[in-house]
């Protein structure tokens, strides 16, 4: 399996433009999270989803960030308007409960976001 | 709610010698524990993880961890260090929720 696969892999955009951040989760998982890793706040959950559903967004930090699942094989995380402070590497993994093993989660490259 | 403290921020050791990285968790109930790896400018991958069972619990690379209960611990260690293993390295707890808490890293550099 391919594992993982997240694009862009690097984005540097300006203060205000959107942002698309992409996940094609491991075929076959059932669960999918986003992750934001910070120097000042580490690694945050921001949101997961499992078969395709939200499940728990408490970690979105506001508004301006919002995610979707379309179908079991893609998610986006997008931000509008981006700010400097959005600056982060962004990680999204997978798990399966069918697998037995839904604890376990995969993580793919992460996409690094820099916002000027 | 659950947390993890990684008390070492930068641990240096020498190539071929032992390593122990600490990890401290909070958790009411009995947590899955696990242990990733990050390369600089990679993702995360795990190395091994607890559920239940056998408190040593072996995993890739060379590594291990124990499950210590009573101390709230769950520490990785590696006999003999490599140049390769210089990295940061995380660990995390779940409550079988799929809520992994991560702790802060611990960042490890191998002197020659």
């Known amino acids: 399996d391919a594992g993982v696969i997240q694009s862009p892999r690097h984005e540097v955009t300006e203060m205000g433009q959107e942002v698309t951040l992409r996940c094609k989760p491991i075929s076959g998982h059932d669960y999918l999270f986003w992750y934001r890793q910070t120097m000042m706040r580490g690694l945050e959950l921001l949101i997961y989803f499992n078969n395709n559903v939200p499940i728990d967004d408490s970690g979105m930090p506001e508004d301006r960030f919002s995610a979707k699942m379309p179908n079991a094989s893609f998610s986006t995380l997008k931000i509008q308007p981006s700010e400097p402070r959005d600056s982060a590497v962004y990680f999204c993994?997978?798990?399966?409960?069918?697998?037995?093993?839904?604890?376990?989660?995969?993580f793919g490259p992460g996409t690094r976001l820099t916002v000027l | 709610a659950q947390s993890v403290t990684q008390p070492d921020i930068h641990i240096t050791v020498s190539e071929g010698a032992s390593l122990e990285l600490r990890c401290n968790y909070s958790?009411?109930?009995?947590?899955?524990l696990f242990w990733y790896v990050q390369s600089p400018g990679q993702g995360l991958q795990l190395l091994l993880k607890?559920?239940?069972?056998?408190?040593l619990v072996q995993g890739i690379k060379g590594f291990e961890a124990e499950f210590k209960r009573s101390q709230s611990s769950f520490n990785l260690r590696k006999p003999s260090v490599h140049w390769s293993d210089a990295a940061e390295y995380f660990c995390a707890v779940t409550n079988a929720g799929n809520m992994l808490t991560f702790g802060g890293g611990t960042r490890l550099m191998v002197k020659p």
């Open positions: 993994a997978s798990s399966s409960y069918w697998a037995g093993d839904t604890d376990t989660q995969y």
């Open positions: 958790y009411g109930a009995t947590p899955y």
């Open positions: 607890y559920f239940s069972g056998d408190t």
